[in-house]
Each structure stands twice: as structure tokens, then as C-alpha cells.
């Protein structure tokens, strides 16, 4: 670039999204980095841009949303055919848009009642942008030093979130530690969500995906018969899922612009 001639504007939205990404987010050298996120403002600045990227930024119809009987967005020869298949069993589909070891960045598809289960997000940084429709969104929080139940092996928790959020809504953003970090989706219409990861999963590193199942606080009991503050409904007993969960998940073909690693 020569010299006193400004930098090229973006070329689109997703390459002003990533391009703020990797100035914001370092490249893991260790879990230790991992763990610690970047200032507050920096990570307002990529909220605030996702807060502007609409369906059609990342190359999503913007019409005709409720008329495909749960598909969302994406549709096959197959399912337009005659023997649809049942909503139940209708497919989570991923939008994958890019991915180094600092973040990733890519877009869930839930149909009508679709569910992603309570799992947590260990050491990482997580933005979350619904681009259309609405889902319930429940999240919690460790509650720390930790509180142990006395008659099985789970975890207190606070709860942080549990809301309907339907777009447009501002960006949602849950830290290693705070905001929200283990959460679940239930879908009430068809809807898509913008995700950033930073870092991304990685069983290498240590960040490996771990899924929950919650119980009323009251349900259990803890040793040393816990208090807590405020009401005891906004707590509750989080355990381990130990056998495998099986989540009907699909890669997709995403169709917006793509990203250019080379501009910076």
C-alpha cells in the first residue's frame, strides 16, 4: 500500500465483520490467552456492527419467511417434493463463513421447534445476532467458588437469560466467565443466528463442548444446605451429559460474500 493512500473500504459487511475480528481477537498461544478476553470496547465495536448485518448481508432471502412450513431459508428438490418430511425432523443447518484458531464465524439455520441443548463454551468469547424469526434463549452462569450438590454430580448455576428474543434485537455476548456461558436454543419460528467464536472449539486446546441438563433448584439438595441470593428460581443444578447427544445438524452452502483473507 503506498503511503497517504487510505485503506479500501470493505467490501461488504462480512468483510468489515471479519476484518474487525482479526483485529480484535489474538491468535491462542495457550489456554491461559484463551481465557482472557479482549476489552470491552472492542468487543462493543463488533457488536455493534453485527447489529447492522440484515439476512440479505449474508445472502438470505428477506421475504416470504413464514411460507415454507419450517425450512427457513433453505430448501432441497427433495423437501419441495410431495413427501415432505415432518418438522420434528427437520435438520439444524450451519452456514460456515470462516475459521482460523482466534474465531469463526457462521450461521445456524433452526427450523419451527427446533432445540440446540445447554452446553457451555469453555475459555471463549461468543457474539450471537438473530437475523430473522424468534427463539427462546436460556443461559446460565457458574456460580463461583463452586457449589456442589450433595446427592449427584452436579454444578449451581445462576440463571442469566430466559427470554423470547426475536429479530431485530441487539447482539447478545457471553464471556468465558460471565453473560451467559452455558445456553440452550429452542427455535419458536423459523430463524437463523449469526455466531462469532473466539476462540473456536478445539479439542486440542481443551475447548471441547460439553452438554448439560438443568434442574430446578429445589429438585437437589447441596451439602451445608446452600443459601442463596435472591429468589431461589433464578438458580439451578447443572449436570454433565456423559453419553453422546445426537443433534440433527447438516452443513449447509453459504451463499453471501466471502471473506478476503488477504485484505486487512
Aim: hydrophobic residues 35%; proline residues 10%; aromatic residues 10%.
Amino acid at each position: 500500500m503506498a503511503w497517504g493512500v487510505p485503506p479500501r473500504p470493505p467490501s461488504s459487511r462480512v468483510q468489515a465483520l471479519y476484518e474487525l475480528c482479526k483485529r480484535t481477537f489474538p491468535f491462542p498461544t495457550d489456554a491461559a490467552a484463551s481465557s482472557s478476553p479482549p476489552p470491552a470496547h472492542a468487543i462493543r465495536s463488533i457488536s455493534s456492527l453485527m447489529d447492522t448485518i440484515t439476512p440479505a448481508d449474508v445472502g438470505l432471502r428477506d421475504d416470504n419467511l413464514e411460507d415454507d412450513r419450517g425450512h427457513g431459508f433453505f430448501e432441497s428438490n427433495f423437501l419441495n417434493g410431495s413427501a415432505r418430511v415432518a418438522r420434528w425432523a427437520q435438520p439444524i443447518t450451519y452456514l460456515h463463513i470462516y475459521e482460523c484458531d482466534a474465531f469463526s464465524i457462521g450461521i445456524f439455520c433452526l427450523p419451527t421447534s427446533a432445540v440446540i441443548p445447554l452446553h457451555d463454551h469453555p475459555g471463549m468469547t461468543v457474539l450471537s445476532k438473530i437475523l430473522y424469526g424468534s427463539m427462546h434463549v436460556k443461559s446460565y452462569d457458574w456460580v463461583e467458588p463452586t457449589v456442589l450438590a450433595s446427592s449427584q454430580p452436579a454444578r449451581l448455576a445462576k440463571l442469566h437469560t430466559d427470554d423470547v428474543q426475536t429479530a431485530p434485537c441487539p447482539t447478545s455476548i457471553l464471556y468465558p466467565r460471565s453473560g451467559g456461558n452455558l445456553h440452550c436454543f429452542t427455535s419458536v419460528s423459523s430463524c437463523a443466528v449469526l455466531d462469532i467464536l473466539a476462540p473456536p472449539y478445539s479439542e486440542d486446546a481443551g475447548r471441547i463442548c460439553t452438554y448439560f441438563h438443568d434442574y430446578p433448584f429445589s429438585s437437589l439438595s447441596a451439602a451445608g444446605h446452600t443459601k442463596v441470593v435472591g429468589s431461589p428460581e433464578n438458580y439451578a443444578w447443572i449436570e454433565a451429559i456423559n453419553t453422546p447427544v445426537n443433534i440433527y445438524m447438516r452443513p449447509g452452502m453459504y451463499t453471501g460474500p466471502t471473506v478476503q483473507e488477504h485484505q486487512s
